[in-house]
Structures are given as structure tokens and as C-alpha cells.
């Protein structure tokens, strides 16, 4: 059977419930957005029970979950294909957004993510994806890829194949067979990004893994990342030294980052490492952005800290802050500080120690104001002070995590 959309559909629902159930056949099933079990604020499923088939998405689907939503794509048995192209990707990190084969999605600081799941029971399948995908959950999502059985290959770019970011948990669980992992860029196969968990687990079979940056059990921004391989003899390929179990700590916390191989041969290169090291491109910053719109503030804030890093754009930061201390574009300046011109650089610290984001504040903490900071009821300000070496007497009140280590 051939199923077809021009837009969403194939098992989606939107407030509702949706199923499509193939028994039988080699099928074909293709759409364009928002499709083959995908779902928010209801169920959508979409299950093949044998067969081997093709599924082509443009984006937003294979087992996707949005708000308050579960999606599932359940295949039983056959050789497959699942294939998820892409939309352009606003923030311009060299690919672009898939959100598929077991995806789940939160509007980030606004909605929650819902359950995206892709189901594989048996067969030799083939999955190939861009961004956010194979097991990837972005801001409170849930997102599982689960394979059962075959000799299977697996490709993205990046934030794929058991990747969490913001929150969020992705999970990609391979049962068995001889497989293949590729992530040309990196961040993922078990990655965990900003509280966030990522898990790839791989029971049995001869398998490799190229993961490129940020990848093969690590983690960033307090996220837990786990990278198991219970059986065979296995090849972990990575590029540049943020792989295998390397995990970099923030906040004053630590992050964890989890590697597990029973038997494997590590192969480490540097040459895509030496490229990602030149100057990246920067952007323009919109320093007029609307600041209600959450994408494009962060589009600006983001090319706006480039800029400083590189010693630009002091003076259009300076007269922004003088304008409005508060201003949420604060939060990628104060990151930048060290950067800034010596003669400048206290005078922002000033300013932005009296922005109301405490994590802002953090950030512009000098030394004039550890007092202050740690009796502050903000972990994140009682933890910078700490790191500056501020010695809390026994009337200063700490979290527990902050009383119970004292080396940052």
C-alpha cells in the first residue's frame, strides 16, 4: 500500500485521537509535516504489523510528541526505512530540524513537551535524520527510540540517538544485532544537555559508534548522560577530547556523563575538532529585537555574545544596559564579561548586579558583593560567591547540596 499526505496526517492528532493500522504488505508512507504518529494534546498512532516499508517525512513526526501529547510510530517486523528531512533551523547550527522517530517537544519557559516514541520489533532498518531526533527530548519531552532486533544503521547531525536538552529526557534502547551510530556533528548517543537526561543503551551485538563532538556519554549544564554497551567487541570513534564520559560542570553543580562498554576499541581524531576551533560566524545582532519573542531574542542574544567574545560591540552593549539595566538581552552580555575592555568591565558589573535575574547577577558577581550574594535566597548567587571563596559563617543559611560540598 501507498499512503500519501500533502500535509499532516497518518496517524495525527491534534486534541483528539487518530490510528491508522496496516497489517500486511511492503508499504510506502509519506507526508509532509506533523505525521506518522504524531501528536499534541492527544493520541496519535500509526502501527504496521509486517512488512518490509518506507517512511519519508519532511519534518515533525515518526513517533513525535507534543504538548500534552503521545505520539506513537509501531512497526512490527520487515526490513525499514525511516527517512526525516527538515525545516530551516533559526539559530543556524549547520543543519536543520528534523523532530522525529521517537521525538518529544516543550515550548521552552512557556508548555511543556509531551511522549514520542518510534517501536521497532524485528528487522534490518535503516533510520537517517538532521537534528532532534532517534531518541531526543527538548524541554520537558519525552522522546524513546526502540529497536528489538536486526543489524541496523542509525545517522544525524546532531542533538540524536538518546539526546536530552532543557529538561527533558531522550532515550534510544537497541536490543541486539551488529549496528551502526553516526552523528556527523555530535551531541548525542547518550548526551545530557541543561538538567537534562540522555541515555543510548545497547544490549548485545559487534557495534560502532561515530559521534563527533559532545557525544558517547557525556553531559553539559548539569545534565546526566549514559552510553551502554553490554556486549561484543565495539568501536567508538569521537572527534576532539568532549566525548566518553567527559562531563562539564555549571551553576557550581556538577553534570555526569556515564560511559559503560564491556569491550571496545576508542579511535579519537582532531581534525573536525581543529575546523570547529576557527572563528564561527557570528550573525548581526538585532539589538531591536521584540523581546516577547522568545526565538528571536534568542537568535540576538546569541550572534550579540559572539560579537563581545571577540572584543566587538562593547559600546552597544554599554549604552543598551544604560538605557534599561534590565533588559533580558543582560543575560548573553553578562556570559561575555571577561572579554570585555578592562575600564569597561566594572562599571557592567555594576549595572548588572541590580538586574532581577538572579542567574544574571551570578554572573557580574564581584568581589565587593559576596556578603550580599550569600545570603541571598539564590542557590545560583550563594554558589558563585562560594566559587569566589566566600566563607559562610553559621548564620548564613545554605541549600543542602551547598552545605554538603565545599571545593568549587
Same mark, same amino acid.
Given at each position: 500500500?501507498?499512503?500519501?499526505?500533502?500535509? $499532516?496526517?497518518?496517524?495525527?492528532? /491534534?486534541?483528539?485521537?487518530?490510528?491508522?493500522?496496516?497489517?500486511?504488505?511492503?508499504?510506502? @508512507?509519506?507526508a509532509l509535516q506533523f505525521a506518522q504518529g504524531a501528536a499534541a494534546f492527544g493520541m496519535g498512532m500509526l502501527i504496521d504489523v509486517e512488512g518490509d516499508d518506507e517512511y519519508v517525512l519532511g519534518a515533525w513526526g515518526q513517533g513525535l510528541g507534543l504538548a500534552e501529547g503521545v505520539g506513537l510510530l509501531w512497526d512490527r517486523a520487515g526490513n &525499514?526505512? #525511516?527517512?526525516?528531512?527538515?525545516? *530551516?533551523? $533559526?539559530?543556524?547550527?549547520?543543519?536543520?530540524?528534523?523532530?522525529?522517530?521517537?521525538?518529544?517537544?516543550?515550548?521552552?519557559?512557556?508548555?511543556?513537551?509531551?511522549v514520542g516514541?518510534? %517501536? +521497532?520489533? %524485528?528487522?534490518?532498518?535503516? @533510520? +537517517?535524520?538532521?537534528?532532534?531526533a532517534q531518541g531526543? !527530548? #527538548? @524541554? @520537558?519531552?519525552? !522522546?524513546? /527510540? =526502540?529497536?528489538?532486533?536486526?543489524?541496523? %544503521?542509525?545517522s544525524a547531525v546532531r542533538y540524536a540517538q538518546g539526546n536530552g536538552a532543557h529538561q527533558a529526557l531522550g532515550v534510544l534502547r537497541e536490543e541486539s544485532g551488529a549496528d551502526s551510530y553516526t552523528l556527523?556533528?555530535?551531541v548525542g548517543q547518550g548526551m545530557g544537555l541543561d538538567l537534562a537526561v540522555g541515555v543510548l543503551v545497547d544490549a548485545a551485538g559487534d557495534d560502532r559508534y561515530d559521534g563527533g563532538v559532545l557525544a558517547q556519554g557525556t553531559a553539559t549544564a548539569n545534565g546526566l548522560g549514559l552510553l551502554h554497551d553490554a556486549g561484543g567487541t565495539d568501536a567508538l570513534r569521537a572527534t576532539g577530547r568532549f566525548a566518553w564520559g567527559e562531563a562539564q560542570p555549571l551553576r557550581g553543580l556538577p553534570s555526569v556523563g556515564l560511559l559503560l562498554v564491556a569491550n571496545a576499541v576508542f579511535e579519537r581524531t582532531e581534525s573536525t575538532a581543529a575546523e570547529s576551533a576557527k572563528p564561527r560566524a557570528c550573525g548581526e545582532p538585532d539589538t531591536a529585537v521584540n523581546r516577547e519573542d522568545f526565538d528571536a531574542l534568542l537568535a540576538a542574544g546569541n550572534a550579540l555574545r559572539c560579537r563581545l567574545e571577540r572584543g566587538e560591540r562593547w559600546s552597544?552593549?554599554?549604552?543598551?544596559?544604560?538605557? &534599561? *539595566?534590565? &533588559? $533580558?538581552?543582560?543575560? =548573553?552580555i553578562a556570559p561575555a564579561l571577561p572579554a570585555a575592555p578592562a575600564e569597561l568591565r566594572e562599571k557592567l558589573r555594576e549595572i548588572l548586579w541590580h538586574h532581577p535575574r538572579c542567574s544574571v547577577k551570578a554572573l557580574s558577581l564581584s568581589g565587593s558583593n559576596l556578603e550580599e550574594? /550569600?545570603?541571598?535566597?539564590? =542557590?545560583?548567587?550563594?554558589?558563585?560567591?562560594? %566559587?569566589?571563596?566566600?566563607? $559562610? !559563617? *553559621?548564620e548564613v543559611r545554605l541549600p543542602g547540596f551547598l552545605r554538603s560540598r565545599r571545593a568549587y
Open positions: 500500500d501507498h499512503y500519501e499526505m500533502s500535509g $499532516p496526517g497518518l496517524g495525527a492528532a /491534534l486534541g483528539g485521537g487518530s490510528l491508522l493500522v496496516d497489517f500486511s504488505g511492503n508499504d510506502r @508512507y509519506a &525499514d526505512r #525511516y527517512a526525516a528531512s527538515g525545516v *530551516p533551523d $533559526p539559530h543556524g547550527r549547520g543543519s536543520i530540524l528534523s523532530g522525529a522517530q521517537g521525538a518529544a517537544f516543550g515550548f521552552r519557559t512557556a508548555l511543556g513537551g509531551g516514541i518510534l %517501536r +521497532e520489533e %524485528r528487522g534490518d532498518d535503516r @533510520y +537517517e535524520a538532521h537534528m532532534f531526543s !527530548g #527538548y @524541554y @520537558y519531552g519525552a !522522546g524513546l /527510540l =526502540w529497536d528489538e532486533e536486526g543489524n541496523d %544503521r542509525y556527523s556533528y555530535g552597544e552593549a554599554e549604552a543598551l544596559l544604560a538605557r &534599561d *539595566p534590565a &533588559d $533580558p538581552l543582560a543575560a =548573553w550574594a /550569600l545570603r541571598s535566597d539564590c =542557590w545560583m548567587l550563594q554558589a558563585a560567591a562560594l %566559587r569566589a571563596g566566600a566563607q $559562610p !559563617g *553559621p
